[in-house]
């Protein structure tokens, strides 16, 4: 299953693939030449399905608990100023996205989405200290009863050349349910009450909309 917004990248990257395959199958007369060229255009559309890849996952909807938004590896856990919503302490917990793991954005959780807004910006490595400030972004907040408000940044990297963010502002969500897509590399960070109890610790693999990350009591 893939994600929509890699359809029309996919349906041209099939024309082209096939184009290319015809062309190396007629010009190419060279043998061994001719097989690695189609197994280096085979093998570049094989990482372009995966990388668009949508895999369903079962998230087990919990008023208590945080999940974590995406696919990747926790490279940041540490109280921060939170400057641009919150203007107070959270605690900030950031994934880190390589271009081989599942990019579709999840809720954290359900609610409303108070806040969604877009950044233009700069394309600096997804992991620089200033990513997260400098780089194209989008901030979006959901709040409940429960939890309050639990906001996260979709961050683009070097090679991230697109954000995409389905909240809208005043609309209820799902925990767990499709956010949006960052293409081709990237991060999200999670700003999360300074009580929540974090169930994460640096350099885990988590998974977007199952693996828990906080859970408030």
């Known amino acids: 299953m893939f994600h929509k917004e890699g359809h029309k990248i996919i349906f041209f990257s099939v024309v082209i693939v096939v184009g290319l395959l015809f062309l190396i199958d007629e010009f190419v007369l060279t043998s061994w030449l001719r097989t690695s060229l189609m197994l280096i255009v085979l093998v570049f559309f094989i990482l372009i399905l995966q990388f668009f890849r949508n895999p369903k996952r079962s998230t087990k909807i919990n008023k208590n608990h945080v999940v974590s938004p995406v696919d990747g590896k926790v490279v940041v856990i540490e109280e921060v100023f939170e400057k641009e ?58 709040e409940n009863k429960h939890f309050g408000k639990v906001l996260y940044r979709q961050i683009a990297g070097a090679l991230a050349k697109r954000i995409v963010n389905y909240a809208e502002e005043s609309t209820t969500v799902i925990q767990g349910s499709d956010s949006g897509f960052i293409k081709f590399g990237s991060r999200v960070d999670v700003f999360l009450p300074l009580d929540a109890d974090i169930k994460v610790e640096l350099n885990q693999k988590v998974k977007g909309g199952e693996s828990v990350i906080a859970e408030k009591s």
């Open 85 to 142: 919503y919150f203007k107070e302490k959270r605690i900030q917990v950031s994934v880190f996205m390589s271009p081989l793991n599942v990019h579709v954005t999840r809720y954290p959780i359900g609610g409303n989405v108070a806040f969604s807004k877009y950044h233009p910006g700069k394309y600096l490595v997804a992991w620089h200290p200033k990513a997260s400030e400098e780089n194209e972004r989008t901030t979006v907040v959901v």
